[in-house]
């Protein structure tokens, strides 16, 4: 069964799977029959790491809102149209750019959401992050440029700060897309893959356009590199569009997809395909080593799954208002069932594949 568009987030829904806490209980075994699983803890233990240490923070991950033009069915994040409330603020933003010009080891700001571009700060927060010299990430989800005529002004913006776009295409079909997105969803982000290729992105080497794929049920990616070259193919064939580079997330059992999970009778089987999955030499390179993730209210975690589980960072500042490089420095990731999700297979992580 594959999963299928939703048209409400889990909250707007009063879904019970909306509370971080009700999710953690579920993935600790103890609400679903048949579903305890070897601690993830446990795994990391045996091969030597008594707790996981992050390396200096390259990576600041900001998530700037859950308000989308989109409600994705495997949406992590749960965001949707109707989540226009959680938004970071200005004030927020410009405690962001303090640290991130003050803490010299970080090189790369991750903007996500939701959509990034419904954040009224947003292209002045851009432009900030630019003029401290620091690279932009925005994890854009394409349709947005199509949404509405203010937005279409986007690639042209995008290029003038050589943004660095990274673009979730469930697959080079209509029927596939759709289904994951939203009806429409897959020619809209034809479209504005068009547009982005027409002002260069994909072409030049400074405007990077990269893919993001994820399954479309409970099933782990296939071999990134081979997708990456079906991928470029059909989209060449079919549409003329070029790309730099295409990544494999897996879906992990957070929010929406662990609700799809759970409805279509997966949940145990998916769990413990990640748990025979598990791959030792992932470990070194999790996103959380090196990356530090803020929620639109400024509380801190080690990546962005931990946020949507409310699982803050375990040091004494767990708010942006308390950030302190050493006390960071120092701190255990938090690690909990969800994270077999990164260490199945070839790994995965916001950059793709690990290994
Ligand atoms: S979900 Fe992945 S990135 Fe996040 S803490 Fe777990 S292993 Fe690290």
Redesign the pocket.
């Known amino acids: 069964m594959s999963i299928k568009q939703r048209t409400k987030s889990l909250k707007a829904k009063g879904n019970k799977l909306s509370d971080a806490f009700y999710q953690l209980n579920v993935l600790s075994g103890k609400d679903v029959k048949d579903a305890a699983f070897p601690k993830f803890v446990d795994k990391t233990k045996a091969l030597g790491y008594d707790t ?1 240490r992050p390396k200096p923070i390259e990576i600041f991950q900001l998530n700037i809102g859950k308000l989308c033009n989109q409600t994705c069915a495997h949406c992590h994040v749960d965001a949707g149209p109707d989540r226009k409330e959680e938004n970071m603020s200005r004030a927020t933003l410009e405690k962001c750019l303090e640290i991130i010009g003050s803490v010299d080891t970080i090189h790369t700001v991750d903007i996500t959401g939701g959509a990034p571009e419904m954040n009224p700060h947003f292209k002045w927060f851009v432009e900030e992050v630019s003029a401290l010299g620091k690279k932009v990430i925005n994890r854009c989800n394409l349709t947005i440029i199509m949404a509405n005529k203010k937005y279409q002004e986007l690639p042209a913006f995008f290029k003038k700060h050589k943004v660095h776009l990274m673009s979730s295409l469930p697959y080079f079909s209509k029927s596939r897309t759709d289904s994951q997105r939203g009806d429409g969803v897959f020619e809209d982000s034809i479209k504005a893959l068009q547009l982005l290729n027409e002002v260069g992105y994909g072409k030049e080497d400074d405007l990077i356009l990269d893919l993001i794929y994820n399954p479309s049920g409970a099933f782990l990616p296939a071999a990134q590199e081979t997708l990456q070259a079906e991928f470029k193919r059909q989209l060449k064939r079919k549409y003329d569009i070029v790309f730099d580079s295409l990544f494999c997330i897996t879906n ?1 059992p957070v929010s929406r997809f662990l609700d799809y999970l759970l409805e279509s009778g997966n949940y145990s089987e998916y769990m413990q395909k990640l748990v025979d999955a598990f791959n030792p030499m992932t470990v070194e390179g ?4 090196n ?1 530090i993730s803020v929620s639109w209210e400024g509380y801190l975690y ?5 946020q949507m589980l409310d699982l803050k960072v375990a040091a004494k500042g767990t708010h942006l208002d308390d950030f302190d490089v050493e006390d960071l420095k120092n701190r255990a ?4 069932q ?2 077999y ?3 199945a297979g070839a790994g995965s ?1 916001c950059g793709g594949e690990i290994t």
């Open positions: 996981l992990l999790l996103m959380c080593r990356t080690d990546c962005d799954f931990n990731i938090v690690l909990n969800h994270c999700g990164c260490t992580s």
